[in-house]
């Protein structure tokens, strides 16, 4: 594949996880006057949409590449949790005003497994549904 055939690929997540770098460690009073408190009401659902979304972003860029197995996706979302983790790190290391917050980290790593549990159930019912046309 060519270079800027990866990079296509992969723009979309390396954005979205500088985005949530961005979102995780920015003052709030920074976020208050970019007015996203307005948007952002419920901490923790939010922490599962970005997070979940990061995984998934980083599975279908993967899939552009090549067939994307179980367990890849599995590292994958690991790896997005990791992510999470290190971004609550970077709240408490880096910024005065956000501090480390162990159910923001949960938040983050219940997103990836709800992203991991979807495509779980989608190779499942795919493989069923190939032994069932192999076996015809």
Excluded at 75 to 88: K, R, S
Excluded at 120 to 127: G, S
Aim: net charge positive; hydrophobic share 45%.
């Amino acid at each position: 594949m060519k270079y800027s055939g990866h990079i296509r690929l992969y723009i979309l997540p390396y954005l979205w996880a500088g985005f949530i770098l961005f979102a995780t460690i920015a003052n709030v009073g920074t976020l208050k006057r970019l007015q996203f408190t307005d948007l952002f009401t419920y901490d923790k659902p939010i922490h599962m949409f970005l997070f979940s979304t990061q995984a998934y972003l980083w599975i279908r860029a993967r899939a552009g590449m090549e067939s994307v197995k179980i367990k890849t996706i599995r590292w994958i979302c690991i790896l997005v949790a990791i992510y999470g983790f290190l971004t609550e790190v970077f709240q408490s290391l880096f910024t005065t005003t956000r501090q480390f917050d162990i159910y923001d980290w949960i938040a983050d790593a219940l997103g990836c497994i709800i992203v991991y549990t979807g495509y779980y159930f989608y190779y499942r019912k795919r493989e069923i549904k190939q032994q069932s046309v192999r076996s015809e």
